[in-house]
């Protein structure tokens, strides 16, 4: 079997490497998310930790899934219940917490597997009573023409896809109904919320942005879109894990690509306290602007016409808050947008 590990940590490649080589597995590597979903569609089997530089391991999951149904078992230090079932919903098939035994570990590759294998085992019986025709969005049954909504077709296709597999809500959510990542982003919400709200924590926030800045470069180039960046060595050490600021720019950057066209620009700069996020988009309405950041207020992007979950930048102000600091947005309509982050600064002791 093909196994992909996508950990960051070079201690437990190796162990893992060695263990899964032992029992015959041919084993790949991947210490980001982004090349964890470039290499997925190449394995049988994913070890997904959730901590990763670039992007965690919950999206990387909810991207792997969009197209693939290989088996995905979380790997990760995080034990609170919240964040189990984040993992299960989004689509992993297992969970299991830091530290763990490799027996422990290969024993669930296995029954993991052996799961698959059953679920994707031909299905004899109603097989061939069932037609569709996906590019006509046409059902038959038993010769009978079945009249569904696109909805009730994109469920059926979905479970039709794969006879015997067990869909998790969020697959479903995901895959077959307008605006499922809703879910996974409340669930998101609900945890940030529900942590201590004074945990003694610390990044550098040149370090962080420099790391979301690269991870984004290609999707620039590829959008045709001007992606600077500014380090001001002024910046400090920010009150904030890495992992939650490394979340905030991400959204603020898939915010400005979103509603940036091409051959325009969007640019990233730090400075003492803050990280500035500014584009050349479609720019802000007043009215709108008054309510950017509320749970589930969503605008029509008139670049491409969709909307979004209207979740993402309230994660983003929800995380600011917490750490004690602020988000703030200023915008001009058909000029572009400038959101800015303050966070205090972390006490000396903190590297």
Known sequence: ?????????????????????????????????????????????????????????????????????????????????????VGLEIGGDDYLAKPFSTRELLARIKAIHRRFQSASSPNTGTDQALQIDAEKH???????????????FALLTLLASAPGRVFTRNQILDRAWPDGGCVTDLLALSRIESLPAS?????????VAAEVVETFRARA????????????????TASLDAESLRRILTILLDNAFAFTPAGKSVHLETSAHTVIVQDQGC???????????????????????????????????????????TITLESQPDVGTAVTVMFPTAPTSFP
């Open 283 to 325: 720019g802000i309405t007043p009215d709108i602007q008054a309510r950017i950041f509320e749970r589930f207020f969503t605008t029509t992007n008139p670049l491409t016409g969709r909307r979004g979950t209207g979740l993402g930048l309230a994660i983003a102000r929800s995380l600011a808050v917490r750490a004690g600091g």
């Open 138 to 152: 046409l059902v038959h049954f038993e010769g009978r023409a079945i009249d569904l909504s696109p909805v009730e």
């Open 221 to 236: 180039e590829m959008l045709g879109l001007t992606f600077t960046s500014h380090f001001d060595l002024a910046a400090k």
């Open 1 to 85: 079997m093909k196994i992909l590990i996508v950990e960051d940590d070079p201690g437990i490649v190796d162990v893992l490497d060695y263990a899964l080589r032992q029992e015959g597995h041919a084993v790949t590597h991947a210490a980001r998310g982004n090349e964890a979903v470039d290499h997925a569609s190449g394995a049988d089997f994913i070890l997904l930790d959730v901590g990763l530089p670039d992007i965690d391991g919950f999206e990387v999951c909810r991207r792997i899934r969009r197209t693939l149904e290989v088996p995905i078992l979380f790997l990760t230090s995080r034990t609170d219940e919240v964040d189990r079932v």
């Open 199 to 207: 945990v003694p924590v610390a990044c550098q926030i040149n370090e």
